[in-house]
């Protein structure tokens, strides 16, 4: 079956960068749009970002482009996602999700990482 599990979430201070990860498993990982997508307490999943199969293609929500870079490694089956200058209102649960924008929602998602941006 498919396994997402994160990794690399933690507490760091605003302006901080942290790199999570995640391992997949239980599917041809390569052939899949990949994304991460967030919950800040009090709302609703949003999704932050994707990356396609081979990794040539990548999109953002527009709050977090120039500081966030998602990248994958299909030889590791992992996926990863580089924060850079990060806010306190990106404190939130981060996951990884099986599908890109338009379909991250009907695929899998992992347990999630929590980051917490605070000084």
């Known amino acids: 079956q498919v396994q997402l599990v994160e990794s690399g979430g933690g507490l760091v201070q605003p302006g901080d960068s942290l790199r999570l990860s995640c391992a997949a498993s239980g599917f041809t990982f390569s052939d899949f749009w990949m994304s991460w997508v967030r919950q800040i307490p009090g709302k609703g999943l949003e999704w932050v970002s994707g990356?396609?199969?081979?990794?040539?293609?990548?999109k953002y929500e527009n709050s977090v482009k120039g500081r966030f870079t998602i990248s994958r490694d299909n030889a590791k089956n992992t996926l990863y996602l580089q924060m850079n200058n990060l806010k306190p209102e990106e404190t939130a649960v981060y996951y990884c999700?099986?599908?890109?924008?338009?379909?991250?929602?009907?695929?899998?998602r992992g347990q999630g990482t929590q980051v917490t941006v605070s000084s």
């Open positions: 999700a099986k599908g890109g924008a338009a379909t991250w929602t009907t695929g899998a």
């Open positions: 990356i396609d199969g081979d990794g040539g293609t990548t």
